[in-house]
């Protein structure tokens, strides 16, 4: 769907009922200190609004404008923008979240600027639609052990294809959670300081 068909369907009376928010950010994020996180994809902001609710400082960006407008009604302290992902509207900083979620979405442009955008020793946490067998490739879906792929070099804290733990959703999924590891630059650096230090 296009971004007028998503903000026709938020319009909808059922859309803007609050969904519960997805199994995998709860258990995920139950043991996890608060901290900045990201949301894009957000929707009218299910895990968003979980998040902020459990102390975290969320910032949320979607393409519809009816889901952000539902999503500020809930919760005015959210950073909830409007953009276009797709079109480049919204920038990731750099190392600047400890958890980035996208759940339900796939941009296949969108990997590196997420992993880019998690703070070293953060999370990324993904869920898009798998292609099942018999079925055509579609770029709104990816093939298995695809999604593991994008993730290769991070410790990876559950990956899982098939059936959706999500009662919103009934598509096979390929789902990951990945910890980004700390920087090759800042390993060097401290290998580099502790040398000098023996030397000294």
Not at 75 to 85: E, W
Not at 175 to 183: F, N, S
């Amino acid at each position: 769907m296009d971004i007028q068909e998503w903000d026709e369907r938020y319009r909808d009376s059922a859309s803007n009922a609050q969904s519960a928010p997805t199994p995998l950010v709860v258990r995920t994020t139950a043991s996890l200190r608060p901290g900045r996180a990201l949301d894009l994809a957000c929707g009218a902001g299910r895990n968003a609004l979980w998040l902020a609710s459990h102390g975290w400082q969320v910032a949320a960006v979607d393409g519809s404008s009816t889901a952000i407008e539902i999503l500020k009604r809930q919760n005015p302290s959210i950073d909830a923008r409007v953009a276009d992902l797709e079109a480049g509207e919204f920038e990731i900083g750099e190392s600047a979240w400890d958890l980035i979620l996208v759940c339900y979405y796939l941009q296949h442009d969108l990997f590196e600027p997420v992993k880019r955008g998690v703070k070293p020793g953060g999370l990324a946490l993904v869920i898009v639609h798998l292609i099942e067998p018999g079925h055509e490739s579609s770029r709104f879906s990816v093939q298995p052990g695809e999604l593991r792929g994008r993730f290769e070099g991070w410790e990876i804290l559950h990956s899982h294809e098939g059936k959706p733990d999500d009662p919103e959703h009934r598509r096979a999924v390929a789902e990951i959670v990945a910890r980004r590891p700390p920087d090759a630059l800042n390993g060097r650096a401290s290998q580099s300081n502790r040398q000098s230090c023996r030397a000294r």
